[in-house]
């Protein structure tokens, strides 16, 4: 039954990644006059989506440290992180990393200073994503190998980038 459950959940999940790339696809294809502003629009939705998570999730990581493993409360920050990671956090970087790259395609903004600064902050905050993919795994099998403070030093790190690329990024210093 469970299984069943998951397959069709994983099935509507590709199907309505399918409709959206079409559309996004037709857009990009099209170029209606316009369409640029509408996209950057998106973008900063999606960053602000990516960031909210980037910053909630290593909060849950300090708070789930406290909690008995197999203890109820512990078994709640396992769904809240696996909610937050799946519904808010993985959706809103691939949207942030697809936009980012076609507006700077559609702008010719490649060889810009500031651009390829900003990309390697990006590239940080993608890695740090990419570890918390690996604790919410580790947390979910009551295997977490990390002590609090660690999460503590951790849950800064998102900050910290982001105010290097939104400086980057609007100022354009470069
Ligand atoms: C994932 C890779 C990313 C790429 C390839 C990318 C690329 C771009 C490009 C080309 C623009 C348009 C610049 C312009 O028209 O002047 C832009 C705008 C912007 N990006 Fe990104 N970006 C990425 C990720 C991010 C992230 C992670 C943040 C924030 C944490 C961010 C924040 C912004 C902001 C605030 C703007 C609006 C700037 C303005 O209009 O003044 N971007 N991005």
Redesign the pocket.
């Known amino acids: 039954m469970a299984v069943l459950a998951f397959v069709r959940r994983w099935a509507q999940a590709e199907i309505a990644l399918m409709v959206a790339a079409a559309l996004l696809g037709v857009l990009v294809l099209t170029r209606p006059s316009g369409l640029y502003p509408w996209l950057?629009a998106l973008?900063?939705i999606a960053?602000i989506a990516?960031?909210a998570g980037m910053l909630y999730l290593p909060r849950l990581f300090v708070y789930h440290c406290e909690a008995e493993p197999g203890s109820r409360q512990s078994e709640t920050f396992k769904v809240m992180e696996r909610r937050l990671l799946t519904i808010i956090i993985n959706p809103a970087m691939v949207v942030?990393?697809a936009v980012?790259?076609w507006?700077?395609w559609d702008?010719d903004?490649f060889a810009s200073g500031w651009?390829e600064a900003?990309?390697v902050l990006?590239l940080v905050?993608s890695a740090v994503h990419g570890l918390c993919v690996r604790w919410v795994r580790e947390f979910g099998l009551d295997q977490n190998r990390n002590p609090q403070r660690f999460y503590r030093l951790i849950n800064e790190v998102p900050t910290v980038l982001?105010i290097g690329?939104?400086i980057l990024?609007?100022v354009k210093p470069f």
């Open positions: 950057k973008h900063v960053v990516w960031m942030t990393w980012g790259l507006l700077a702008g903004l651009l900003k990309l990006v905050l982001m690329i939104v990024a609007v």
